[in-house]
């Protein structure tokens, strides 16, 4: 029988054992991880874009969005035909000019009974999944109990990985930062199923800067110090058609948009993933920071842990308030080929659903997560091509 001469310091698990040693308990999940078979990423195939009449422009920034669901619309992600998918998948794109397109894309054939949607983990009788807290209806929505709620402060901190990968939108969101060039937000942060919302027309990402960053520069003495922003144009930004002109409970599956800056920036970004079930999350939390409209001109972060899944969306209880919408949700995966937990954006903070479940109304901040074939799609808006996807 031939023995492992492997050094303990070497091997993998005896290191991710150790590292749980050294560290404080709250900063790795110290229980070794399942390891889910490596991902097959969908292809799309995309056809010519056609043009479109160019935009009014005409609707209303939305930053408290909000919609109620039921079982129908909780578990419709299972039940869509490839048809269906291949519809919300098309995706419009709009231009600097106020021009636009509309992609339409086909599932590859091969792939379209492979990746359908996972179904979601039933409910029991009592209308709680298992694994769910069950909670009621609370008195004060988007926050939870006691404000779970810090704000980023410092040269330190707001320059530092992951804070740094937050920017503001110009109409009022967050977004993330996901490659040199190309940030993710929510859909109705630029268009409100309809139509474009008014700042759309000069779209404008904004980065952090502290004030101690400037150097020679004059500015007025302020006592709160708050960071400056560097505001950066927007070439074109992409919507999927699961949100244009789709019904309110399916098109929150959707809201989400991508965002190609006129030229890259210099600052880390986060990596995308298909989003793994909260099993499989450390500590089955997931983290964003944003800019919530009741601290203006503060990073705002939070935690907490997932209270239920659908097929679409992730439910929890993280403490949010309007301006936060389009924040990158990350949580901290498994990487196995690197041996060890990265942070990865798995889905987009969309805003507030009531959710009526046999009988039981609870209510819950939601993230839109990123499927496969929801990943497939993204990750072709930022390479333009599939080769470069099935990398990542």
Known sequence: MALDHTPMSSHPCCSFLLVCLLLPLSWVSCVLPHQPAALH???????????????????????????HCNASCFHRGEQARPEELAEQLAFETLYSNGSRTLTAVDLDEDEEAEWRPEPAVPFLATG????????????KRQIYGADGRFNIRGDHFLLDYPFSTAVRISTGCTGVLVSQ????TAAHCVHDGKDYVKGARKLRVGFLIPPSSLVNVTLPSTPSKKPLVR???????????????????????????????????????????????????????????????DRPGELVYRFCPVEDESNDLIYQHCDARPGASGSGVYGRVWDNSLERWERKVIGIFSGHQWLEIDGENRDYNVAVRFTPLKFAQICYWVHGNQVDCSKD
């Open 128 to 139: 709680r999944r298992r694994g769910s807290t069950g909670r009621r209806r609370r008195q």
């Open 231 to 293: 505001w950066v144009r927007v070439k074109r930004t992409r919507v999927p058609k699961g949100w244009i002109q789709g019904p309110l409970e399916v098109s929150m599956d959707y809201d989400y948009a991508l965002l190609e800056l006129r030229w890259p920036h210099r600052r880390p970004f986060m990596r995308m993933a298909v989003a793994p079930s909260a099993q499989d999350l450390a500590g089955k939390r997931i983290h964003f920071s944003g800019f919530d409209s």
């Open 181 to 184: 060039r190309h940030v993710l």
């Open 41 to 67: 990423i969908p292809s799309l195939v995309a056809h010519t874009p056609l043009p479109l009449v160019r935009s009014r422009f005409s609707a209303q920034a939305q930053l408290d969005f909000t919609t």
